[in-house]
Nanobody
Framework: QVQLVESGGGSVQAGGSLTLSCATS????????MGWFRQAPGKEREGVAV???????IYADSVKGRFIISRDNAKNTLYLQMTSLKPEDTAMYYC????????????????????WGQGTQVTVSS
């Protein structure tokens, strides 16, 4: 049974930082594609960042230069380092796993991601 469990969310002021973690089990972590998505109230879920099995990364324009996605294959864990947080980053953040990445043209195609965590809330106040 595949499980993805996010942690590390919380409330911070604008300009602050948070690091999210996603612990996985039952999944061939080191060969798959992993991603972070987020959903703000009243908005559709959107892609934030993806990382392939060899560490290649793609970011949404809204987070480039502020967020870093990384993975520790030995620990089967995915991370999202978030800095210079803005109120518009407020959302529920989800990690997701795919057997392979969709590619650079449409990296956040959600139907590629077959496993999802339950989410962790990030709230950024101004």
């Amino acid at each position: 049974q595949v499980q993805l469990v996010e942690s590390g969310g919380g409330s911070v002021q604008a300009g602050g930082s948070l690091t999210l973690s996603c612990a996985t089990s039952g999944y061939t972590f080191n060969t798959g594609c992993m991603g972070w998505f987020r959903q703000a109230p009243g908005k559709e879920r959107e892609g934030v960042a993806v990382i392939n099995s060899v560490g290649g990364t793609i970011y949404a324009d809204s987070v480039k230069g502020r967020f870093i996605i990384s993975r520790d294959n030995a620990k089967n864990t995915l991370y999202l380092q978030m800095t210079s947080l803005k109120p518009e980053d407020t959302a529920m953040y989800y990690c997701a796993a795919a057997w392979y990445c969709a590619g650079p043209v449409s990296p956040f195609r959600q139907n590629f991601f077959v496993y999802w965590g339950q989410g962790t809330q990030v709230t950024v106040s101004s």
